[in-house]
């Protein structure tokens, strides 16, 4: 899918997330940083805070508590300790 990023968000009892967005926002030990399709490769630590998800008007918000992101050319991987998804309220 051209123009897309593949995103996983999987935490230790299951894979929380899985599909083609558009950009990726999420809370690196370093600083947050976001993840858009053909993203140069990095690994970074995480801390407790918010992934964002946004796919065209669709914005999905996670809270992940530790874990590791790894950007590829195949796409982004987070294995977060804990992932949840933030229902809006």
Do not use: W, Y
Request: charged residues 20%.
């Amino acid at each position: 899918m051209a123009g897309k990023l593949q995103f996983s968000l999987v935490a230790p009892e299951r894979e929380v997330f899985s599909g083609h967005v558009d950009q990726v926002d999420a809370p690196g030990v370093e600083g947050d940083f976001g993840v858009l399709p053909d993203h140069a490769p990095f690994m970074t630590a995480l801390r407790e805070g918010p992934v964002t998800v946004f796919d065209g008007n669709t914005k999905r918000v996670f809270t992940v508590h530790g874990g590791f992101a790894d950007v590829t050319p195949a796409g982004l991987t987070i294995l977060a300790e804990q992932a949840t998804e933030v229902v809006a309220g």
